[in-house]
């Protein structure tokens, strides 16, 4: 049914008025005097190791893992988890070799540090690059699948649902990173126990469809038992999903370029640890790589349930569209509409937690990046902090404005979660080609970096459309393939460029590189050794 009960209602209340109350209480004990531009984006020095770290998870999980992970979960398996598992991975990598040298050259943004290492028409065309990705892409997807999961819990319009989406991310990140890194803690906590919930739920009731009662390790078991083609993490070339996950490529190609520019590269998460100092910014990257493990447990396995449930006869018509096409994505929330009053409250505010952050961190790294890498250089060159502030919080209403009226048009997706992974995966291998070889080669020029920067979507739409417009005789690669393969070819344009140029025509400043800041704390080490152990160990058992 698809009501929340009074008791859900208290439920969501508490979580409200909690978020908004700590908010506030944050907004008014920490306020400067005056707002500057690095007190509003970054919120300088005040985020605490747990808080940087909970704000990374809250602004990269979100709608698109409860619902679409569980799509993807329901359709394909764990091997989905591969996204979440590696990032944990490439978070300790961003740790120990990107954020020092971010830190050590006073980095605030992205587009910045490429003004600073190449030149202002490389930093320009990113930083256009991505406030595209990150208002069409990300904001709009978010939206449209946090909407169309409260549609399905409440029976609230979907136009409704956005608009309330939209409105409560807004209030959230005008009151600038130190609200949303400290109220992200809340957040995360609420979206890590409501998803468990779900999660137990969905366990127990495999296991009472097969007469064992509310056993939820016996659900886990006959997950495993019932589902076996769902519990490899390694596909075959003949797999029907194999386009999605192609084989050892999630392991050693483009996978790895996939998550080490959306978390070494990405301004939206890379903002969290800038203000800090190193040894709290590492701290908070390491603590979100331990809960990243956890997202798998939280987002995949109620997917896996709701397939071997659907194979055993049960929800056939909460699972289809109009027309009677299975929607992997219906699986989220027809598990989290069979919850108890209560619970059912708790799943809800969860969900609303996980979309809200993810939206608030996004448009407050849309306004960082429009306010200080566009309207500053372009616009106003004088502007004061106020401002530039001012400007940012204008660039906040008007790109979720624009993300909610674009949102409706997704509702033609099957697994909304693939379709995020491949259209941001267009600008990845330029992106991190661009910043591999500014931070770890003095030789790479401006001219080597713009060739990179323009060159990454043509290279990568010839790649995915050629096929078609062949009739086949060129190889329809998978996406992360296509991702390797431009990666490389931009790379060697890259390398013969530089290399052609004389060295006196480089760009001497560069970046300031001190080797003795990839030290890392014994602490740091062997946190780093355990994540690395347990990621051995899963894919070990689940190849």
Known sequence: MNKLQTADYIVFLVYFVLVTLYGLYIYTKKKKATTDSKDFFLAEGSLTWWAIGASLIASNISAEHFIGMSGSGFALGLAISTYEWMAAATLIIVAVFFIPLYLKNRIITMPQFLAQRYNDKVSTIMAVFWLLVYVFVNLTSIIYLGAIAINSITGIGFGWCIAGLSICSVIVTLGGMKVIGYTDVIQVLVLIAGGLITTYLALTLLSEKFGYGTDVLKGLSLLRQEADSHFHMIFKDDHPYYKDLPGLSVLIGGMWINNLAYWGCNQYITQRALGADLKT??????????????????????????????????????????????????????????????????????????????????????????????????????????????????????????????????????????????????????????????LFWKRTTAAAALAGTLLTIPISTVLKFLPSWTGGAFPDYPFLDRMTITFGLIILVMVTMSLATPRQAHHEEGVVIDRSMYKVTPGFMIGSVIICGILAALYTVFW
């Open 281 to 438: 910014a590492r701290s908070g990257i390491l603590f979100a790589a331990f809960l990243k493990l956890l997202i798998p447990v939280i987002a995949v396995l109620p997917g896996i349930a709701m397939y071997v449930m659907h194979q055993k006869g049960m929800f056939q018509q909460e699972m289809v569209d109009a027309a009677g096409n299975i929607k992997p994505d219906h699986a989220y929330p027809t598990l989290m509409n069979l919850l108890p009053a209560g619970l059912k409250g708790m799943a809800f505010a969860a969900l609303t937690a996980a979309v809200v952050a993810s939206l608030a961190g996004k448009t407050n790294s849309i306004a960082t990046i429009y306010s200080l890498d566009i309207y500053k250089k372009f616009f106003n060159k004088e502007a004061s902090e106020k401002q530039v502030v001012r400007t940012g919080r204008w660039a906040v209403i008007i790109s979720m404005l624009i993300a909610a009226i674009v949102a409706p048009a997704l509702r033609t997706l099957d697994q909304a979660y693939q379709f995020i992974q491949e259209y941001v995966g267009f600008i990845s291998p330029g992106v991190l080609a661009i910043f591999l070889l500014g």
